[in-house]
C-alpha cells in the first residue's frame, strides 16, 4: 500500500509516520505537510532513512499540487491529520483554520473522490477532534452519537470537516473513517500547549500561566497511545464509522500543573513546592470550554483498544524527554528548525 499521510512531521503526524513506517515495512508511507510553525522534519530524523519512507513538502489547500501527487503516488490511501490545531491561534486568526482545515480537507477529498473512482477498498481516514462536542458540565461524556456543539473556530473548523467527510460518504460513497480524540501529550508536542509549555517554563524559572482559576477539565491521552488507536482504526474499522479516542483520564488544569510542578521539583533537584510558586492565574480564554470527558467503549469493545500508561507515569516520561532534547526546544521555539527545513525543500 502507498499511503499518504498528511501532517506527518507534527506532534501526532510524527508518532503515526513513526509507527506505520517501521510497523509496516511493506508500505510506502509518504509524509505531506506544509512544515508551518509547528511542523519539523526533526521531529522524524530516526525514521528518515528508511526505504519505506518518503517526506513531500506541500500545502493542503493547493489543490493542484494535492492532484499532482495523487497522479504521482497513486496512494491506496489517506491519513489526514494535517490541520492548524491550536485554540488561541484560532480565535486570533479564524481564516487560517477554515482554509487549512475545512478547504484543505475538501481538497485531499475531492482527490480522493477523482483517483480512486469508487473503489471502496481505498480509504481516508481523517483524524479530528472531541472538542467538536462542545463543553460537558460536571458529569456525562461525549459518545459518538453526541450532538456536534463546537464553540472555538478551531473546533467550528474540526467539525466542518468532519461533515464535509461524511457527506463524501454519504453522497460519494467513499470510504471513510473518523476518530475524535481527547487531548494528546508526549514527546514532539510544541511548547504553545498546556503540558510542554508549562515544562519548559518551570524548567526556565518563568511564571506558569493558568487560565482562570484552572477549573477547566480535559481528558489526557498518550500520544503513542493514539497512534496505536489510528492504526487499529485505520486497519479494522467499516467504512463510513466513527470512532472516540480517549484515556478515561480526566484531570483538572490546576490539578495537572500541580502534579507536573512536583515531578519538576524533583527532577531538577529544587524543594518541594519550588515550582508551583511560578503558577500564574491569567485572564480566560473567550469561550473556553469547561469539560472534556471521552467515552471510549466502543474502541475497547469493538477493536479490543486499551490505553497502556498511566497518566502519572506518562508524564514523567514525557518531561524526561523534555529535559533530555533542549535542543529540540530551543530549536523549535527560536524557529531554527523550520528555517533549516523549509530552506532545505524550497
Ligand atoms: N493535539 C491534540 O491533543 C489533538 C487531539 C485530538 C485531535 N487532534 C488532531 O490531530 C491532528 C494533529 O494534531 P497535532 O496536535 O499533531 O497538530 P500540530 O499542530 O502539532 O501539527 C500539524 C501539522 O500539520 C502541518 N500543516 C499545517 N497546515 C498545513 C497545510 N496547509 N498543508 C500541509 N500541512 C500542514 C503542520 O506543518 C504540522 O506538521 C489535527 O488534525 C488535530 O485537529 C489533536
Known amino acids: 500500500m502507498n499511503i499518504i499521510i498528511t501532517g506527518g512531521a507534527g506532534f501526532i503526524g510524527s508518532h503515526v509516520v513513526r509507527r506505520f513506517v517501521n510497523n509496516y515495512p511493506q508500505y510506502h508511507i509518504i509524509n505531506l505537510d506544509k512544515l508551518t510553525y509547528a511542523g519539523n522534519l526533526a521531529n522524524l530524523s530516526d525514521i528518515e532513512d528508511q526505504v519505506n519512507y518518503e517526506f513531500v513538502k506541500g500545502d493542503i489547500t493547493d ?12 496512494p491506496d490511501a489517506v491519513i489526514h491529520l494535517a490541520a492548524e ?8 486568526n479564524p481564516l487560517d483554520f477554515v482554509l487549512t482545515n475545512v478547504v484543505g480537507t475538501v481538497n485531499l477529498l475531492n482527490a480522493a473522490r477523482k483517483y480512486w473512482e469508487g473503489d471502496s477498498s481505498k480509504r481516508f481516514y481523517h483524524v479530528s477532534t472531541d472538542e467538536v462536542y462542545g463543553a460537558l458540565g460536571e458529569s456525562g461524556m461525549f459518545t459518538e452519537e453526541t450532538k456536534y456543539d463546537p464553540h ?3 473546533s467550528a473548523s474540526k467539525a466542518s470537516s468532519d461533515h464535509f467527510v461524511r457527506a463524501y460518504h454519504d453522497t460519494y460513497g467513499l470510504n471513510t473513517v473518523i476518530s475524535n480524540c481527547s487531548n494528546n501529550y508526549g514527546s514532539h508536542h510544541f511548547p504553545e500547549k498546556l503540558i510542554p509549555l508549562a515544562i519548559h517554563n518551570i524548567k526556565n524559572n518563568k511564571p506558569v500561566p493558568v487560565y482562570g482559576k484552572g477549573e477547566n477539565v480535559r481528558d489526557w491521552l498518550w500520544v503513542e497511545d493514539h497512534a496505536r488507536a489510528i492504526d487499529v482504526i485505520f486497519h479494522q474499522a467499516k467504512a463510513g464509522d466513527t470512532y472516540n479516542i ?9 490539578d495537572l500543573i500541580r502534579l507536573l510542578c512536583n515531578i519538576m521539583d ?6 518541594a513546592g519550588e515550582s508551583a510558586k511560578l503558577i500564574t492565574f491569567v485572564k480566560d480564554r473567550a469561550g473556553h470550554d469547561l469539560r472534556y470527558a471521552i467515552d471510549s467503549t466502543k474502541l475497547q469493545k469493538d477493536l479490543g483498544w486499551v490505553p497502556s500508561l498511566q497518566f502519572e507515569e506518562g508524564l514523567e516520561k514525557t518531561v524526561d524527554w523534555y529535559l533530555a ?13 523550520q528555517e533549516y527545513y523549509n530552506k532545505q525543500y524550497s
Not at 490545531?85 to 486570533?92: A, K, L, T
Not at 480517549?246 to 483538572?252: M, Y
Not at 532534547?325 to 528548525?337: F, P, Q
Open 85 to 92: 490545531s491550536h485554540v488561541d491561534r484560532s480565535i486570533s
Open 152 to 154: 472555538s473556530p478551531y
Open 246 to 254: 480517549g484515556g478515561h483520564n480526566e484531570w483538572k488544569n490546576i
Open 266 to 271: 524533583r527532577k531538577l533537584g529544587r524543594p
Open 325 to 337: 532534547n533542549e535542543e529540540w526546544l530551543n530549536n523549535v521555539t527560536s524557529g531554527a528548525y
Open 63 to 74: 489543490a493542484a499540487f494535492i492532484n499532482e501527487l495523487f497522479e504521482r503516488v497513486k
